[in-house]
């Protein structure tokens, strides 16, 4: 640790972090557009410029160098001392305003990036309200660079975050510098456009509405949205991601800083991955079948209805002819609360995990780094918690069987009665796993899409997808990550924890955090969660 | 300008077009290898070679560039598009070099760019349909004293006035250079009042400094 000197106050930052970084840690909004924690530093948009004391050259006498100094290229040192309150930094500050937006058009009113945007808080807090400009501006027209970025050329005030991050980061290299002075573009090289698994960063670190993503363009202004933090169930990395939503609907992803599991990045995969809470194919209220007649009920009685069935089939057939299959896309709470209520019910039933998808390998980045140079990863588990759910069996421990060996049994009609939960967002029931089903007399099947099981299926509850519900998934890596709902189930439908929540015994509002205590005293294992830092309000 | 989008997902080259780099062109790139660290330091003379070779780089031939020293397409149209020494497309048998700094613009330069933007019917770092001129522009021609300047090839013109324009373009010597002496260096001892070695009278204030001691 060391300590340095801000604006007469002392400090205590790591050693060797820019002083940048020590003083937007330490509350001060330090402007800064070329600066990323994660990238290289280029101290190309002098925007951070401080007074620095500094050993004389010849007399090594300490005093303020006559000349400004980028605190994002200077390490802080012990004893350090330097000056951002000053005129002189100031005057720095509006001349670099003025140069960013000599030939920026005035486009606020239709740019995507208004209202989180770097350039327009930074003119408002820094900058000059008037432009000496009378010149005419350069214009150039914006560029489709790939799949699913735009390139609006004359917005950008040539940061090269996203021409680092696909050096450094995706290690793909597809954007470049073209031109020189005033007339300096971001471009690709023409028929290699910016396509990667990880391109959809570039939009989140531009800071400015120069890259947008074409899937948000024009869709909604940012300020009418509202944010949930989550975790992203694209794979078991678990990304810590924020949903941002309006009116029920979920209008992007973006990832959350979270230091050691996906830094300031997600995935496209993850990123656009979000479409099937959409999807025409939803179940949205239960149904609850007795012979041929199917109705459905209201929320408030099934948790009756279902203690009652399984408690009367138990009577009957005895509790070893009772399995729960448990989903990877469960969280550690709900799939907590279906195990108590089997086992509650039943303590023989059988517990079984259910399928965990796999997609290929997995991807490392930047493209071709190995060991330590690897900065992300996207699995090819495209699930978020397996873990979660095994480590939930390893503490329910008794009779468990793999899913292989459940629709072998179940074929062989050792099972009368079993609970079926998906939330897969493909279609994932498999043509053996229907024919077993069909020796089951009562079955429940809780799940996102509709599926074959359901036209059979005793009870059917619409499962949410993971945007509407809470909890917390187990990643790769082993940590418990909790994530909130962002938007409410579709009309008719419940959150998965409280209808879980209710059949398990339990009664009022089902609350992760709760839960996830009852879990904890249970189960110690879930007593230590992992949240990400919240990074500095004045950090980008 | 942002109504307009310029779509960069279609290809700038044909992907089945043969290489149009010669296999010893590639093979000279390759020899240099071993003078650097790496194989990206070798793009700059790798590019000369090119360009010297084809008269400009084409896209094509940047593709080919940066396969030999393995790394993206995009990073060499980044190194080429900074120097306006390289030709991304054929250049003219006389370029046109027209001074964009401020003595020339302040008199009357731009008039001038105009001019023959309008004449030649190209823009900056074009060439005309024929092949016979291209047009840039630079920064400063060393020539303030007699702006607005411009450059055929490698000669000066100076104080350059809109209806000289025509004329220029029309000269079929307008890129001939008759060197001057130097007063200082050359000048055959005794003869202060010194003409330059095409018999025309010399403009230099040094000679009329001279002249006047
Ligand atoms: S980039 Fe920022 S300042 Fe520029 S038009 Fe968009 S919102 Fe306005
Ligand atoms: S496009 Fe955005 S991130 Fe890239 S240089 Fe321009 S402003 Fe910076
Ligand atoms: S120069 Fe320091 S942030 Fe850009
Ligand atoms: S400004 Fe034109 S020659 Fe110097």
Redesign the pocket.
Known sequence: MAKIIIDGQEVECRDNIPVLQAAVDAGWDVPHYCYHPGLSIAASCRLCLMEMKMPHPQTKEMGWAPKLMPSCQTPAREGMEVRFATEKVQQNQKNCMEFFLLNHPLDCPVCDQAGECHLQDYSYKFGDPESRMVDQKLKNPKKDIGPNTLLYSDRCVMCTRCVRFTDEVSGTHELGLVNRGSRLEIDVFPGLPLDNPMQGNVVDICPVGCLLDKDFLFQRRVWELSTASSICPGCATGCAIRVDHADDKVYRLKPRYNPGINDWWMCDEGRYGFKYIEDSKRVTSPIVRRGLDATSPEWADIPEIVQFRFEQHVRENGGEKLAAVLSPFMSCEEGWLLIEFMRETAPECTLVMGPVPMEGDDQSFPVGATGDKVKFTILNEKCPNRRGVEMLLEAAGGNQCSFDEFVEKAGGGSFTAAWIVGGYPKEWVSKELNKATGKIDLLVVQDLLQNSLMTSAAFVFPACSWAEREGSFVNAGGQIQPFDWATNPPEGGRRDGQYLYEIAGYAGLYNGERVRKLMAAKIPAFKEIHEPPVRPVHAH | MSWITVNRNEPAIDPNAPPILSAALCEKIRSLFPRYDTKRAVLLPALHMVQDGLGHIPWQAMKEIADILEIHPSDVIDTISFYTHFWTHPKGMKVITA?R????ETMG?VAVLLELKKQLGIGEHETTPDGRFSLVTEE?????DH???LLINEKLHRCVKVEDVGRILADDNNDRISQKRSDLFDAPAGDSKSKDVSGLESTSDVAEMKASE
Do not use: E, T, W
Not at chain 2, 101 to 104: A, D, E, G, L, Q
Not at chain 2, 140 to 144: K, T, V
């Open positions: 001074c700094s401020v003595s020339c330069g400063c021609l060393a020539g303030c702006a607005p300047c």
